[in-house]
């Protein structure tokens, strides 16, 4: 029994080690969701969650530093609104099998911007040096 409850201890020991604080995230199985995923993240202030849906590059990084900024830069209230914002998609554009274009809003701003995914690989990830030019 003392061997049982040892290998026991060990195991939940082991499988504690090896679970990861770090968050996974499920890539997106289409543009579509990888806009939403995106816009929700950053809408909750979910940075991280932001840059895996997007292109990792230096020019998309610092762009979604400066969108991090601003949105750090609002008080305890406007972030709370930009929580509970809901994304209005208007239009979804598909100009070819490896880029979608998503014409959004939000229950806060109604004015419409547009949101650039892009295929890379087998990854839909949002492309923001694109979206900003």
Known sequence: MKLFTLLMSWLVLGVYACSSPAKKYLP???????????????????FAKASFYMVADEKNKALLIQVEANYREKDKEGRQELRL?????????????????IYHSTSLDTSTQQTIILKKGSLWQVDLKQTNQ
């Open 28 to 46: 997106a199985e289409n543009g579509l969701d990888a806009g939403r995923e995106f816009i929700d993240a950053c809408l909750k202030g979910d």
């Open 85 to 101: 914002a809901s994304i209005n998609i208007k239009e979804v554009a598909e100009p070819n099998d490896s880029s979608v274009i």
